[in-house]
């Protein structure tokens, strides 16, 4: 990227590996900050929730860590968000993994087990296939036909909203695979992971960051 690199605010609630996807960001050209402090965050370009572990567990962490507001008035700026595997789980609004946990509610819908004979979790490279209209979500620019991306997971999400579904992969059955509501990005895969295609993905957030959707780089 040419100029100044956009702040990006890593949301550090203190569980799991935090600072892969902080990494990733920085590798495609962001100046990516591991933060829980709240001046840092509202003052951030854009917003990353990423997340490893139990949905509840991980809820509890955000909460304690006095993030909570943090997210819903990141969402409510129009900041672009991104949320990565449990991080995106906790934008809907419950979880059958723990279901006394409240969930963020930012995507309305519900976190449920995966709906296969296969076994549990699904971890592997998977094959995404776009949603309807979503092929030219600019988080997909540059990344072809059915990109592969890595996932480790049981669960994923269902939203009341069906059209808000980006892209879905198969595995023993259609499993939902990344969403987009409004400027609210979400992955159930870890894009920090998936190599090229997964690069490709952040430095197109890393891009809406800048302000230059769609843009070519000079």
Same mark, same amino acid.
């Given at each position: $990227?040419?100029?100044?690199?956009?702040? @990006?605010?890593?949301? =550090?609630?203190? @569980?799991?590996?935090?600072?892969?996807?902080?990494?990733?960001?920085? *590798?495609?050209?962001?100046?990516? !900050?591991?933060?829980?402090?709240?001046?840092? @965050?509202?003052?951030?370009?854009? &917003?990353?929730?990423?997340? &490893?572990?139990?949905?509840?567990?991980? $809820?509890?962490?955000?909460?304690? %860590?006095?993030?909570? #507001?943090?997210?819903?008035?990141?969402?409510?700026?129009?900041?672009?968000?991104?949320? @990565?595997?449990?991080? $995106?789980?906790?934008?809907?609004?419950?979880?059958?993994? =723990?279901?006394?946990?409240?969930?963020?509610?930012?995507?309305?819908?519900?976190?449920?087990?995966?709906?296969?004979?296969?076994? !549990?979790?699904? $971890?592997?490279?998977?094959?995404?296939?776009?949603?309807?209209? *979503? %092929?030219?979500?600019?988080?997909?620019? =540059?990344?072809?036909?059915?990109?592969?991306?890595?996932?480790?997971?049981?669960?994923?999400?269902?939203? =009341? #909203?069906?059209?808000?579904?980006?892209?879905?992969?198969?595995?023993?059955?259609?499993?939902?695979?990344?969403?987009? /509501?409004?400027? &609210?990005?979400?992955?159930?895969?870890?894009?920090?992971?998936?190599?090229?295609?997964?690069?490709?993905?952040?430095?197109?957030?890393? /891009?809406?960051?800048?302000? /230059?959707?769609?843009?070519?780089?000079?």
């Amino acid at each position: $990227m040419i100029g100044e690199r956009p702040l @990006i605010a890593v949301l =550090d609630y203190g @569980i799991g590996n935090l600072r892969s996807a902080q990494k990733a960001l920085e *590798h495609v050209g962001a100046d990516a !900050r591991l933060t829980a402090d709240h001046g840092l @965050i509202a003052e951030a370009d854009a &917003v990353v929730l990423p997340g &490893v572990g139990a949905f509840g567990a991980c $809820m509890d962490a955000l909460r304690s %860590a006095g993030l909570e #507001d943090e997210v819903h008035a990141a969402v409510a700026s129009g900041r672009p968000f991104l949320g @990565i595997c449990v991080g $995106m789980q906790m934008l809907f609004d419950a979880s059958d993994e =723990d279901p006394h946990a409240r969930g963020l509610g930012v995507i309305p819908g519900t976190i449920r087990w995966l709906g296969t004979e296969l076994p !549990r979790p699904q $971890m592997q490279w998977n094959q995404l296939a776009y949603g309807d209209g *979503h %092929a030219d979500d600019p988080m997909f620019a =540059d990344l072809g036909h059915g990109p592969w991306m890595y996932f480790v997971h049981s669960l994923h999400g269902v939203p =009341d #909203d069906p059209s808000v579904v980006a892209a879905t992969c198969e595995y023993g059955a259609t499993v939902n695979a990344a969403f987009r /509501r409004g400027t &609210v990005f979400a992955t159930q895969f870890h894009p920090e992971k998936s190599g090229e295609h997964g690069l490709a993905l952040l430095a197109n957030f890393v /891009r809406s960051a800048s302000g /230059r959707d769609g843009e070519d780089e000079a």
